[in-house]
């Protein structure tokens, strides 16, 4: 009896659990086309690694530039990640001292006006560069950031490449003259 | 969407941590000493004087300092008149000296130096 409760309130549970999965499902159906849910594998890909996605669907040139767009952006951010927080970290370090300072006065102790002088005109300096920097590591953030986005509504809402449709040299006799066309595949 | 924004500045802004810079300290700038000489006979003995540019600002004591060309100025002692006495017990060359006025703040000015004349 008690292991039917027990089994009656799982079922529940589950049950309510998956209440919510119903519109969900429906807004993905209504947000995204119907091949998109046919690429899901490649919008898994795309979302561990940008790029890798559009290179399962077949584009690799569009695969290649968000795959490059994505590496030099996120080693931006990181080396620019790493040369702020030196910045952040050696402004603290004298912000520390200047406080120190104060704490001296405050006790009775004798401090030199040049080296009060000195520690603020680098804590400005400090600052600044630790804003120059921040600038900096944030442009890298915004563009990785833009480019992961960008790559996986790329590898949405495009379709797989199809050799089929896929539009070749053609030779065209006009009365004008001769028309060659070349469609490029991006 | 709008969530994601939100997320982004909260990530932005844990990751944007250094602050601003402290405000001045508020002390009042101390004389310098002026007229500041060093006289000595042997080299052993120093007579080190100097003046004030206003005797009544808060002045409490001068710190006098040796100093060799090439190292930090090091402090000998501390003085509430304007003229003192150093005897370096050996005769010393190229030796210079430093005074520097301490105020009631407790801040200390600038140095001025002088070698022996």
Partial sequence: MQIRRESNRESNKGRRSQVWLRPAAMALLLLFPTHALAVDSA????????????????????????????????????????????AANKLYAQKHIYASYQETLNDGGVVSIEDMEQTYKEMEASHNLAEDRLVWRNAFLVGFVTTYAINLVDVLVSKPYDPEHESRLSVEMTPAGVKVTKAFRF | MKKLVVTLCF?????????????????????????????????????LSWDIVDPSSLVTEYRVYSLFPGYDPVLQGTTDTTAVEVNTQVQVLGISFCVSAVTVEHVEGRLACASAE
């Fill in chain 1, 43 to 86: 919008f898994l890909r795309s979302l561990i690694v940008p790029g890798l996605g559009q290179a399962q669907q077949g584009h690799y040139t569009r695969s290649a530039v968000f795959a490059g767009a994505a590496v030099a952006t996120g080693v931006g951010l990181f080396i620019s990640q790493i040369y702020y927080r030196e």
């Fill in chain 2, 11 to 47: 990530v932005l802004a844990a990751c944007a941590q250094h602050g601003d810079i402290l405000p001045p300290i508020d002390v009042a700038q101390p004389p310098v000493p002026t007229d500041f000489s060093v006289s000595t006979a042997d080299y052993v003995t120093y007579h």
